[in-house]
């Protein structure tokens, strides 16, 4: 994809002014994903912002984005194209009733771009306008069989359908493939990309990012907010809180009109950040004579006194 980036500060600077602080790191592969066409390979927790850079790298670049959500069983058909037989058997139907044969011309048209459902790959490609920005969402949920596949489309960004022909696309576009490691991938694909891993920010680019979303937030209210956050990611939970989590709990507190942080605030809003049952019955359950794990967290980031309990 050609874009008017000179460099890495470039992408931080673009990025910014689209809502994301990405670091040195994370844009400089950005600018060479972009610069030497090759696609960036995000892997990370989930919420960290893996998906999330590509749609912020879309609005700077001025692209459309093409997302491609994998899922267990997705096939080609589901991501390249396929041909819209309804329309094709009503163009059957009204050919026999104006007294046409179904002949081979009947056919050649049945088989024509008109009739073509194109999916998320296939738009990608696509000649036809600027170069879009190509999301591959979780690909660790799919296949081999369909890795196998990506990885044939992604190294020559064109495909070969029977019935019209090869597509090429003119501009390669700049595509990003995420991953919340639910399983490896396999390397082929992986030696296809550029590699990057999203971990969870620290302390000063989490405040950072929620006092930029929400400016009306105090920032002693945010520092606590994403303290508090910061601590419940060191327990053992089936699913840490990730950045999405953190934006998602500011904004309920905003909604509520909170100016401080309280036990009774963490507790009432606990299904901001706690996504599974377990997960907040690990925390709310008492385990000791002294409280529960959440009271020792809240001990611990100073929202609750040593002799208090919720």
């Known amino acids: 994809m050609q874009v008017d980036w000179n460099g890495p500060g470039d992408v931080v600077t673009d990025l910014e002014r689209s809502g994301y602080l990405a670091d040195s790191s994370l844009a400089t592969a950005v600018f060479l994903s972009a610069k030497m066409n090759l696609p960036l390979y995000l892997e990370g927790e989930p919420g960290v912002g893996k998906t999330a850079l ?9 692209r459309p984005l093409i997302r491609l959500q994998c899922y267990e069983g997705i096939d080609r058909e589901s991501a390249l194209y396929d041909w819209n037989y309804p329309r094709q058997l009503m163009h059957v139907r009204l050919a026999e009733s104006s007294g046409r044969m179904v002949d081979s011309a009947i056919e050649d048209e ?10 998320p790959l296939l738009q990608a490609i696509s000649p ?33 359908i029977p019935e019209i022909g090869t597509i090429r696309a003119a501009e390669y576009p700049l595509v990003f493939l995420t991953s919340n490691r639910s399983r490896e991938v396999h390397e082929a694909l992986k030696r296809r ?17 929620v006092t930029r979303i929400y400016q009306n937030l105090p920032q002693d209210l945010a520092a606590m907010l994403v303290n508090m956050v910061q601590r419940l990611r060191q327990e053992r939970l089936h699913k840490a809180p990730g950045i999405a989590e953190t934006l998602d709990w500011a904004k309920a507190v905003g ?4 100016t401080r942080l309280s036990p009774g605030v963490v507790e009432d809003t606990l299904g901001c950040l706690i996504k599974y049952r ?15 794990k959440l009271e ?12 208090r309990s919720l």
């Open 54 to 62: 590509a749609i912020a790298v879309a609005n700077a670049v001025q």
């Open 110 to 119: 049945l088989y024509s771009e008109r009739y073509l459902i194109a999916r």
């Open 128 to 160: 036809k306008g600027p170069a879009p920005v190509l999301l591959i969402d979780e690909i660790d949920r799919s296949d081999d069989e369909f890795e196998a596949f990506l990885l044939e489309v992604l190294s020559e960004f064109q495909v070969t």
């Open 193 to 209: 990309c550029l590699y990057q891993w999203l971990p969870y920010p620290s302390f000063e680019r989490e405040l950072a990012i």
């Open 255 to 258: 909604i509520l009109s909170e």
């Open 278 to 292: 377990e997960d907040l019955e690990r925390l709310t359950t008492p385990e000791t004579p002294l409280g529960s």
């Open 296 to 307: 020792r967290i809240l001990k611990d980031v100073g929202l609750l006194d040593e002799t």
